[in-house]
């Protein structure tokens, strides 16, 4: 999967917790699913915390820090 169609998946509304970046069409912050990884969490086991996510969204969320840190401009939703 291309790295612009996994960003796709990352959501950003001022509306949906404050702006922060979450998994699109749910709550999840982004930094939820990173913190998660960096505490040594199975992927398994936040798809089990999260039935919701897909490995995709995983994927979605460490191609997201990934790309903020190259500072790749990527664009809210419209309030």
Do not use: F
């Not at 001022?14 to 998994?23: D, L, S």
């Not at 979605?60 to 790309?67: F, G, L, N, T």
């Amino acid at each position: 999967m291309a790295n612009m169609t996994l960003l796709e998946r990352i959501e950003l509304d001022p509306r949906v917790c404050n702006g922060k970046p979450v998994i699109k069409g749910t709550r999840i912050p982004v930094s939820v699913i990173l913190e998660q990884i960096a505490e040594g969490e199975s992927w398994e086991k936040i798809l089990a915390g999260y039935p919701e996510l897909t490995h995709e969204d995983i994927h979605a969320a460490i191609h997201y820090a990934r790309a903020s840190l190259d500072h790749i401009e990527l664009k809210a939703v419209n309030a």
